[in-house]
Nanobody, 125 residues
Framework: VQLQASGGGLVHPGGSLRLSCVAS????????IGWFRQAPGKGREGVSC????????YYQGSVQGRFTSSRDNAKNMAYLQMNNLQPEDTAVYYC???????????????????WGQGTKVTVSS
């Protein structure tokens, strides 16, 4: 099983990026998808959680309205569209998958079985 995240880069404040996560060895349609990030010197935090058991997607409060998580089951991929990026969004972003997950108000990283390698996002002027 492998998850591979990509799409990070350097962007100015107010800019946008779309992160992608491609899976091999599992069918993502049966997995909840989590996006996490880890800023320099800080712990890993959940950004979004997209259920596999229903249509719910949850977002961390600081990204609500700016980030959108989606999936394309036919391509076995997940995405994180990030708009109006701010310097505080600078971090390494990870995608993760958890079998048969119904997301709720929080999504500890311990729920997730499989992790991508991370892609770095830098927001700077």
């Amino acid at each position: 099983v492998q998850l591979q995240a990509s799409g990070g880069g350097l962007v100015h404040p107010g800019g946008s990026l779309r992160l992608s996560c491609v899976a091999s060895g599992i069918s993502l349609n049966r997995y909840g998808i989590g996006w996490f990030r880890q800023a320099p010197g800080k712990g890993r935090e959940g950004v979004s959680c997209m259920s596999s058991t229903d249509d719910r997607t949850y977002y961390q409060g600081s990204v609500q309205g700016r980030f959108t998580s989606s999936r394309d089951n036919a391509k076995n991929m997940a995405y994180l569209q990030m708009n109006n990026l701010q310097p505080e969004d600078t971090a390494v972003y990870y995608c993760a998958a958890a079998f048969d997950l119904g997301c709720a108000g929080n999504w500890p990283y311990s729920y997730f079985n499989f992790w991508g390698q991370g892609t770095k996002v830098t927001v700077s002027s």
